[in-house]
């Protein structure tokens, strides 16, 4: 459920945090779970505790850390109030990411800059992870401590390695003796950076990342971002777990919006949900969401149905990939459209792939000939490179159907330009989906549901809205 709370770690007031904590009753005690195969990664700096057992718990380590500090490191004099609120929120850091990883993935390690010469910000992504952030991991390590592991880093020409901590056999008895579980971490949305992310162009594959414009458009993004993310901070959202038999962390759902090209209105897809980095099978199969299985919802033909909008012209009726002259290829004209749209200089062959779908003897030139003369509206919009300009669209239209379904208590996890929705309500979402679609781009949409077990029949859908093609 998603809470406003004030932090305190030993009863320091620290500052109003933004926390999600997180139904996952199938987690078994850490010890069962030793066998578990550990997933390293990144040091987070955002997680809190946000229930009573996590709290216990990085007071417990707290205060002896305080002990610790007092016998072997005494202080002339008391810390200042404020830095006695960043020494706490650190130790509750620390220890919130080692629990969580032990949790998540047991005997994996979490990566951490130790180096003095760079801000804490650049060095943890967060302002209170001060250099101090040395000496009371050095203290945690201690062998009268016991609380963490260090793996220090080492510098290679090729390969070189940073510092990583985890926890030790001691902090994982403490879980289990408090019986601390995900649901008693949350998140602290301030420190998880800017909704909006925007990238340049991509230079041998990689973009790099741009300040974004101050504007009037920007922060009405980041505005719907911060609503769509308090919304699905309440959804009640389960998982199994996945295939190396690890716990998914359902906590994971702040999303952000990454924008490309240098550009505001080029893509802009939503990305950061733990949904997404499951496959479409596990993600039918393994997510109960309001306490149901999961129908996957997704618009068909979504690209040349924004195309035709762009063009200002009604797409024609029925399935825009059937194409006549080429029955039966509906997989290769669904290949040859996407490219023609997505490449800039003209095609002279078939994509990649896609020979297989169309007769040995039919030349590229007669089916490009063949999809022109059906789709002549599309012509001029042909190896224009519009890819990303057409995720932007449906990327507004997402922003739009998660806002209308936040606003009548509907739930829904966005999938690019699809939504999985609760079996119970599938027919509702399809309808806010089609009516978003309408609403953004002026032309009709189709949507499809598939279970786990296969196609989920829709009824009739329409849409009341007064068209407003996209220009």
Known sequence: MFALIPATTGGVSIFPLIAMSVDFAILSSVKDRSALRPHESRFVPSRIPVGERAHALVDEIRNQLLKYEAKFYPRKRQRKHADQGRFDRMVSAIVCELAHAALTSPGSWRY???SKRISPIEATGAPFMTAE???VIGWMSKPEMDWLEVRKGEYRAFASAQTAIRATSRLLDYLDRLDVQLEDFGIDQALLGDTIVLRG???RGKAKTLPVPAGELAETYRDQMRRINVWLATLDIASEWDADGN??????RWMYRVFNNGSIEQGGRLYGGFWLDMSGEDRLGDIRLEGESVVSLDYG???IRIAYALAGVQPPPGDLYQVPGLEGCRAGVKKVLNAQLCRTGEMRRLPAHSRKHFPADLAYAHIEELILRHHQPLRAAFCRAQGLTHQFIDSQVTVDCLLTLAAQGLAALPVHDGLLAPRSVASRVAQVM?????KITGVEGVVSGTTSQGEFPLPPTSSDLTPELFM
């Open 112 to 114: 951490i800059s130790l």
């Open 133 to 135: 952030r040395l000496r």
């Open 201 to 203: 162009h991509k230079i």
């Open 247 to 252: 716990p998914r962390d359902v906590g994971k």
């Open 301 to 303: 033909q979504c690209g």
């Open 434 to 438: 089609l009516d978003s679609f309408r």
